[in-house]
Nanobody, 124 residues
Framework: QVQLVESGGGSVQAGGSLRLSCAAS????????MGWFRQAPGKEREAVAV???????RYADSVKGRFTISRDNAKNTLYLQMNSLKPEDTAMYYC??????????????????WGQGTQVTVSS
């Protein structure tokens, strides 16, 4: 069955860095677009960054220049390098897979498969 397993979350101080990983299995990873989303308590789930199957990337304005999404198709793994972290980056981070999203790359409804999430906490 399809599995997406996130890792790499933790607690850091503002200005610090973390690297999230998402190991995928149970489907043809290279055929899917992949994305990172986050959800803070009391807030809606929001897109952080996505990477198309061809490697094209898109970012939320709030993380541009600080976060980098990448994928390794040989390892079926998705990454999110997060630098210059801010307290407002605190959230549960989820990876997700979509067969197609077009212009709706930032909509959670475009994604079919989801991981269980990894917590990121940034203190000031």
């Amino acid at each position: 069955q399809v599995q997406l397993v996130e890792s790499g979350g933790g607690s850091v101080q503002a200005g610090g860095s973390l690297r999230l990983s998402c190991a995928a299995s149970g489907y043809r990873y290279s055929n899917y677009h992949m994305g990172w989303f986050r959800q803070a308590p009391g807030k809606e789930r929001e897109a952080v960054a996505v990477i198309d199957r061809d490697g094209t990337t898109r970012y939320a304005d709030s993380v541009k220049g600080r976060f980098t999404i990448s994928r390794d198709n040989a390892k079926n793994t998705l990454y999110l390098q997060m630098n210059s972290l801010k307290p407002e980056d605190t959230a549960m981070y989820y990876c997700a897979a979509a067969l197609w999203y077009g212009a709706r790359w930032s909509s959670p409804h475009s994604f079919s498969y989801w991981g269980q999430g990894t917590q990121v906490t940034v203190s000031s």
